[in-house]
């Protein structure tokens, strides 16, 4: 079961380690970036987040640190942590905006078994016992 968890984790984080590397490999080398087909208001909202300047680095380089983390046992549920905001928002995008509810969904529950199955190293945020200052 470790084994298969392990795996699990390490596709997940491979994953996302490469579409952070690979936005900043877009940007500072001037590599082939996908484009994507979307939903009109999708396209919208996604061009006025990379006009900005400041979300795209956010979510690459949530991506990048989120993906690098889970790669190791020790810093998994780090790793699950920082990607958790950024998993929730692909979920709520593909699901209202984009009409691909399959893709978000599926990030959402891969994330949340693998939030389940290292579940232990999160009770200490819920179970606090000190003194009140």
């Known amino acids: 079961m470790n084994k ?10 491979l994953f996302y380690a490469y579409v952070g590397a690979s ?4 940007k500072l080398f001037g590599t082939s970036w996908p484009d994507h ?11 006025a987040l990379s006009d ?4 795209d680095p956010l979510i ?9 983390l889970l790669l190791f046992r020790r810093t998994a549920p780090l790793g699950i942590a920082v990607l958790a905001p950024l998993v929730t928002g692909i979920f709520i995008f593909h699901l209202f905006l984009n009409q691909q509810w399959p893709w978000g969904t599926f990030h959402f529950c891969y994330l949340a078994v693998l939030a389940w199955l290292h579940r232990a190293a999160f009770r200490p945020l819920w179970n606090y016992e000190g003194s009140a200052a």
């Open 4 to 13: 298969i968890v392990a795996v699990a984790r390490w596709l997940f984080g």
């Open 23 to 26: 936005w900043f490999s877009y």
């Open 37 to 47: 087909k979307e939903a009109p208001a999708a396209k919208v909202l996604t061009t």
């Open 52 to 55: 900005s300047g400041i979300v």
């Open 60 to 68: 690459a380089s949530a991506c990048l640190a989120g993906g690098v």
